[in-house]
C-alpha cells in the first residue's frame, strides 16, 4: 500500500481495458488518478469505482488543443503531475497491402501523436512538480513482424523509439523525468477480443504461472505500471520491458 502515495498520475485511455486496471492499481496504491478517455461517460464510471478522489476528464490524445486544456486543468486541480501513462490505443487488422493512407494516418493519429503530445505537454508541467514518471504502452508488435497489424506496429515501433529520445533528453537536460515503454503481448481486453474477432466474450484466466499460449491479465499489466511509476523504479529508463509471458523469445 501506498507504492505511490503523493504522486498525481494522468492515464489515456482509462476507460477500458489496460488503461482501466492501471488507475485503479495507481489509485490502490495512493496516487491521485487522472482517468482520459475519448470516452468520457466510461472514464467517469472508472473514476468513480477506484476512488481515492480519482476524476475523469474528456481526452482525444490525436488533440493538441485538448492535451493543452487537460494539463492545466490538472495543474489548477491538483497544482502538479508526477505520472503520464501513455496507454490510449486503437487496432487495425490490415497488412501493409489492405492499409490505406487514410487508416494509417488515423492509426498513427491516435498512437503516435498522441504518445507525442503528451510527452510534448506533460513535461513542463512534471518539471515543475519535481519530476516523475513517463509509461509508454507500446507492444510485441513493435519487436516483431507482424503483417495483420501493420499500421499498428509502426505506431508502436514509434512509441518504442520516442520513449529512448525522450528518456536520453530528460537526462542531458537534467529533468528528473524518466521514461519506459511497455510491450504487452495478448492480454485479455475488450482491443484483444475485437482483433480476434470475439468482442463481448469473457474468457477465464487461471491463477498462477500460466502455460504459454494463454492471454493475461490487465492486473498483471497494472503491476508493472506501478512499480515504473513508483519511486522502486528509479534506475530505470529508456528500457522496454516486455510482458508477454515469453511469447516474443520463442524461435518459432
Ligand atoms: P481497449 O480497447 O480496452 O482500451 C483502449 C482505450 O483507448 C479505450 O478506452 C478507448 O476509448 C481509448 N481510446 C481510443 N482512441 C482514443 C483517443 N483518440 N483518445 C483517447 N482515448 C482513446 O484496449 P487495451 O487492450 O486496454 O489497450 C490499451 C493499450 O495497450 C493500447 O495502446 C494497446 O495498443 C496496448 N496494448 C494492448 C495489448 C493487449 O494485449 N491488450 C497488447 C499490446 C499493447
Redesign the pocket.
Known sequence: MGRVEGKVALV??G?????AADSAALAREGAKVVVT???LV?AQAVAQSIGGGAIALA????SEEQWIGVIAEIEKQFGGLHVLVN?????LNADVEDTSLEKFRWVNS??TD?VFLGMKHAIPLMNKSGGGSIIN?S??GALLGYPIYFAYSAAKGAVRSMTKSVAVMAQVKGYKIRCNSVH????E????QQAEGRPGQVQEIPAGVLPHGTPGHPDDVAALVVFLASDESRFITGAELVIDNGVTIRPF
Open positions: 489515456t485511455g476507460a477500458s481495458g489496460l488503461g478517455d475519448v470516452n466510461s481526452l482525444d490524445v490525436s496507454n490510449a490505443g486503437v487496432v491516435i498512437m498522441g504502452m507492444s510485441v504487452p503481448g495478448a492480454i481486453t475488450p482491443m484483444v
